[in-house]
């Protein structure tokens, strides 16, 4: 019997019109061993605002995700394909990379996914949200780091998609992210009408780093989220 072992493919994807001289992102597609076999289980991962797909903490988790037998998906938005070193593309302009993005996995129907499950980091969590409000068929929506207000101001919390999606949520969230007070998305969530987690990593800011001073390394809290991630896939989509 012949070995199999996890590839990673990138790609590139055309875009429905060109952004900032950005005519195309690139994609890079994790095929685990024996896929299509199993449950058939695609997870896309969106990066934050001040990175692009090749985010340490997404890279971690699209290879561990992979090796466990997930079709893993992390891609550049136009201003992560551009190079930009600070703030992000509207919406409208994110969401619709998202969507190109995504693309790939039906390039060959033959090895579709079954289940689709949409998460990001950071800005990345709240444009897969906003695309899990539209006519999408999602097993589930996560989030590293949800944006849920402007940074150190929880008075000014906008959950509106939340809302409005109704596939299972995960919420990991780090005690030190400025951008989302842990109090104010635990009561958020509560009015949520979909089924939803929320798992706290202490010490952990907006990248799940924690302080010189803090007993948490980097290491530590990265396998934290990750398991966490890991378990609740388990659970919405029944793959092993």
Known sequence: MVEQSPRFEELKVRLPEPVSGVDEITTVLGIPEWWPTGSRVAVAIAHGSASNMDDPVIVELAERLTRRK????????????????????????????FRAALSVFGRDT?????????????????VAAQLATARLRLAGLFALGYPL????????????????????????????????????????????????????????????KAPKRSLRSEEDIRSEAFDVLYDWLETITGEV
């Open 110 to 126: 033959t090895q579709a996914p079954a289940h689709l499950v949409l998460g990001g980091k950071g800005t990345g969590a709240g």
């Open 70 to 97: 997930f079709l893993t998906l992390r891609f550049n938005f136009p201003f992560g394909e551009a190079g930009k070193k600070s703030g992000a593309d509207s919406m409208e302009v994110m969401e619709r990379g």
């Open 149 to 208: 207000h402007p940074q150190d101001k929880p008075q000014k919390a906008n959950a509106e998609a939340l809302y409005r999606i109704t596939a299972p949520m995960l919420f990991i969230q780090g005690t030190r992210d400025r951008r989302c007070d842990v109090e104010t998305l635990r009561e958020t969530l509560r009015g949520v009408g979909a089924s939803t987690r929320l798992h706290v990593c202490e010490d952990a800011d907006q990248n799940f």
